[in-house]
């Protein structure tokens, strides 16, 4: 199920790995986040090459709806109670710089890639407390955020929330044009990775810095990614003939839509949950309420993302940990990957030639979590658990990651792992990590 990014734009292919290389710096992913951190760093004059399993941009970046906003649901209250004033100022620094940077690169290097700049609101029809407490916050951490009763959508709101100066963009082709003049290997997927040393099929590369940006880190230890995080899949219509919205929006109430126009297209998203944890049918659900408030609109395509989850809502970017003081790692952006793409690119220049940076104590994957995350972190311990006694069954999917049993997604035809979040196409072909290798099975259809 391709993204409309996809339809639009294809990005030329690079050759695997020749052979066994050394280099100052590798980076594992080429999506926005892997590319860009490659992009900067050779600004720096760093010799650096970046190791694709498949594609440049075929993981998430091709499955986002691409809003560039510091507008991140209801961060800031969050923040402010969890992290202090202090924190949360610095996450609203970083990521309005983000959008100001993405705004200067594509002036500067005249990229056309459909950026335009909008304001980003949140709406409720439940939460009206909530949303003025985060207006309050979001003010205090000093960006302009101003309450309103009435917006463009086509329904009624109790209330909503606007950021103005956000943005939007088509990521594929910004994508392609940042990557025109990096070292990429394609179809090379890092098979392991041992001090300084990357093992691949095609042989290995040797480099003083190594940055995980696939997504998902895959080494069980050190780090223990797997047991601080989880990952939810979202859900995407792409409609035509619908309304078209000036601003971009999000509902902050649990059957809340995501709207967004990319020129004459209407981006319809929602009904999410953990991955393997499907209910119902989200695209069907979708098209009722595509069909309820655009009546006349035509659905064109259909996608769904996947998003890494942080106990405590804060991505990791930073030291991978602190007995490989030369691995560096950004994961788990929530659904904001685009803006949080560039403040990881910035965070991780600034720590490989700087060796400091003024948002690493905020990103740090060394931090404890708040207290507020404990509860999450058992929910997520509980549904791994279960997932992994589950495939302890002789006679089920399980997952080569850590042997989850797999559960059915009907919506997508894939296999999918409740416990990390590990995808399978009905053949049991690897779509997404961590696991790094397809699934062996005689009855793959259920």
């Not at 006679?395 to 416990?419: I, Q, Y």
Request: glycine share 8%.
């Amino acid at each position: 199920m391709r993204s409309i990014w996809n339809e639009s734009c294809r990005i030329p292919g690079r050759n695997p790995l020749p052979g066994n290389l050394d280099t100052e710096v590798a980076v594992i992913g080429a999506g926005l986040a892997g590319v860009l951190t490659a992009f900067y760093l050779a600004r720096e004059k760093k010799e650096v090459l970046v190791l694709e399993a498949r594609t440049t941009g075929s993981g998430q970046t091709s499955g986002t709806t691409a809003k560039i906003t510091s507008q991140h649901n209801l961060i800031y209250h969050k923040l402010l109670t969890d992290r202090g004033s202090r924190m949360m100022k610095l996450y609203a620094d970083s990521n309005e710089k983000a959008i100001r940077e993405y705004e200067r690169l594509i002036k500067d290097r005249v990229i056309s890639c459909q950026f335009e700049k909008k304001p980003a609101f949140l709406y409720t029809m439940k939460q009206q407390n909530a949303l003025h407490l985060e207006a309050i916050a979001a003010r205090q951490a000093g960006i302009p955020a101003f309450e309103v009763i009435e917006t463009e959508l086509p329904f009624p709101v109790k209330r909503a929330l606007r950021f103005t100066d956000q943005a939007c963009f088509h990521p594929l082709k910004f994508l392609e044009a940042v990557s025109a003049s990096l070292t990429i290997f394609e179809h090379t997927p890092a098979l392991s990775v041992k001090g300084h040393t990357i093992t691949t099929p095609y042989g290995t590369v040797t480099a003083q810095q190594i940055v995980f940006a696939c997504h998902y880190p895959f080494p069980l230890i050190p780090g223990y990614y797997f047991s601080r995080m989880y990952q939810e899949q979202s859900y995407v219509l792409a409609l035509s003939g619908a309304l078209d919205l000036e601003g971009m929006y999000l509902g902050i109430d649990p059957d809340g839509l995501s709207l967004r126009c990319a020129g004459k297209t209407l981006l319809l998203g929602g009904f999410g949950h953990r991955t393997g944890r499907l209910e119902g049918h989200p695209y069907k659900s979708l098209s009722s309420a595509a069909c309820s408030l655009f009546p006349q609109a035509r659905t064109i395509c259909h996608w769904s993302a996947q998003d890494c989850m942080t106990l405590d809502s804060l991505p990791y970017i930073g030291r991978f940990s602190r007995r490989n003081p030369h691995w560096y790692v950004a994961t788990g952006f929530g659904k904001w990957g685009m803006t949080l793409s560039m403040v990881s690119a910035h965070l991780l220049t600034d720590l490989i030639c700087r060796g400091s940076s003024p948002y690493e104590s905020l990103y740090s994957p060394l931090r404890f979590p708040a207290f507020s995350a404990l509860p999450v972190l058992a929910r997520h311990m509980a549904e791994s658990s279960v997932g992994l006694i589950k495939g302890l069954s002789p006679k089920v999917m399980r997952c080569p990651h850590m042997g989850c049993k797999l559960s059915w997604n009907a919506a997508e035809s894939t296999w999918d792992c409740p416990c990390h979040g590990s995808r399978f196409d009905s053949s049991g072909k690897l779509i997404a990590g961590p696991s790094q290798t397809s699934c062996r099975c005689h009855k793959l259809i259920p």
